[in-house]
């Protein structure tokens, strides 16, 4: 991972358009390629990014990253760098789950039918380059589709599905893999976000859930 602390204004290309003026900010340059750009408030969420697949390309003041497939830009204009810093984090083990999500991804896959009829289960914990899908299945067309479980439901799942999406569907045994994103609650920004990345939104019940039987499934 890269670290840059830098005076800088940004501009973003495409769809819309967006100008942060020049101001003091953290760039983050990651290994799967993704660049964010942060302020010292807004807690974890970036003022701007680019998910990956997309490029970097530094020219003196102007910093320009592309994406590799729709072709936006975020243009960096580098006034000063305060701090230029490389790391190398490793492979992160992933995201360890608290007992209500666990349970979730168990319930579920044991009862794979509640996501629609002549769904059935590939696997738990189907493992890719960058962590565990939560499930991957298929639906009732031979489809296959990767669910991500959350407790509660927020952008940062919605992107951390999207990853895996873009790794499996590098995999022509599985290709093409559609998403779905399920939860107990999600938000309504995660939702316009994953429908706009046509990922399927379920909001689950969790007591609804437990209290299915084996022989008698049931939707909620």
Same mark, same amino acid.
Request: proline share 5%; hydrophobic share 40%; with cysteine.
């Given at each position: 991972? *890269?670290?840059?602390?830098?005076?800088?204004?940004?501009?973003?290309?495409?769809?819309?358009?967006?100008?942060?003026?020049?101001?003091?900010?953290?760039?983050?340059?990651?290994?799967?390629?993704?660049?964010?750009?942060? @302020?010292?408030?807004?807690?974890?969420?970036?003022?701007?990014?680019?998910?990956?697949?997309?490029?970097?390309?530094?020219? +003196?003041?102007?910093?320009?990253?592309?994406? +590799?497939?729709?072709?936006?830009?975020?243009?960096?204009?580098?006034?000063?760098?305060?701090?230029?810093?490389?790391?190398?984090?490793?492979?992160?083990? +992933?995201?360890?789950?608290?007992?209500?999500?666990?349970?979730?991804?168990?319930?579920?896959?044991?009862?794979?039918?509640?996501?629609?009829? +002549?769904?059935?289960?590939?696997?738990?914990?189907?493992?890719?380059?960058?962590?565990?899908?939560?499930?991957?299945?298929?639906?009732?067309?031979?489809?296959?589709?990767?669910?991500?479980?959350?407790?509660?439901?927020?952008?940062?799942?919605?992107?951390?599905?999207? *990853?895996?999406?873009?790794?499996?569907? *590098?995999?022509?045994?599985?290709?093409?893999?559609?998403?779905?994103?399920?939860?107990?609650?999600?938000?309504?920004?995660?939702?316009?976000? @994953?429908?706009?990345?046509?990922?399927?939104?379920?909001?689950?019940?969790?007591?609804?859930?437990?209290?299915?039987?084996?022989?008698?499934?049931?939707?909620?």
């Amino acid at each position: 991972m *890269r670290l840059v602390i830098a005076r800088c204004s940004v501009d973003y290309i495409g769809r819309l358009t967006a100008h942060l003026p020049m101001a003091p900010r953290l760039l983050l340059i990651k290994a799967d390629g993704s660049v964010s750009i942060h @302020a010292d408030d807004r807690a974890f969420k970036p003022l701007n990014w680019m998910n990956p697949p997309c490029k970097l390309k530094e020219d +003196g003041e102007t910093w320009t990253v592309t994406h +590799g497939k729709t072709g936006e830009k975020l243009v960096l204009t580098m006034a000063e760098i305060l701090h230029d810093s490389s790391h190398e984090l490793g492979v992160d083990p +992933g995201l360890i789950k608290d007992g209500v999500e666990a349970h979730l991804q168990e319930l579920l896959a044991e009862h794979i039918t509640t996501l629609g009829d +002549g769904y059935s289960l590939i696997r738990r914990e189907y493992m890719t380059a960058i962590g565990p899908v939560d499930i991957l299945c298929r639906d009732s067309t031979g489809a296959t589709v990767a669910v991500e479980i959350k407790r509660r439901g927020e952008i940062d799942g919605v992107e951390q599905l999207t *990853r895996y999406l873009e790794l499996l569907n *590098r995999d022509p045994l599985l290709s093409p893999v559609r998403g779905v994103f399920a939860a107990q609650e999600i938000k309504p920004q995660a939702r316009v976000l @994953a429908t706009d990345r046509g990922i399927d939104c379920v909001t689950l019940d969790y007591d609804a859930l437990r209290g299915i039987e084996p022989e008698n499934p049931t939707l909620f």
